[in-house]
């Protein structure tokens, strides 16, 4: 539909965050369900070369693709949705999302895709090291807290870092000795936006 974002992703995946910044911002999207099998068909390429999810459609047809410039569109876009320019705080959200998007998202992806790092043989060494990398940027992320990462309310940023807990291996890994993150967490679980994001995809309020 002209003139509404389209949002190409899975349910539990990397676009989930940008549902929640589109509902935060009050803007109009239509979700688009793309399967993993579908994510390498021609038709799908066509759209991203790099054959994965998420990919951003505005409303004049432009495509976005990779999760930082997508980010990026969208605090731009919506200014609400981060602190203002040349807010102290605003250096820290990029900060922040440095460190997510170059360091713990690739402590999860070689625990999951180890297949994409080394061969079948070295999976679980993969997988220890990788546990041991989450562990490092975790006990950082719990640092930077308080209570959210830019301050006493969550902003795109927050919702973007609550994405990327849920894809730990053991939910308990994520909170045990971090008082902060545990809160944290807690506290996005049943935020209003996660929660309509959430129960918008058939899951239970608050998973």
Known sequence: MAGRYQVMGRSIAGSFFIECLLREAGAEYDFIHIARKQS???EFLA???LGRIPVLVTPDGHQIIETIAIFTHLVERFPSLAPASGDLQRDRMWQ????LGTSLYTSF????HSYYVGPEEMFDTIRDYARTEMARWLDYMETQLDPFLTGAAPMAADF???MMTRWAPEPEMVVDGRPRLAAFIEAMRFHPTVESVTVGHGRPSGS
């Open 47 to 49: 759209t991203n070369p």
């Open 96 to 99: 922040h999302l440095a460190v």
């Open 40 to 42: 390498k068909t021609p």
């Open 160 to 162: 973007y870092f609550f």
């Open 109 to 112: 992806h070689r625990y999951h």
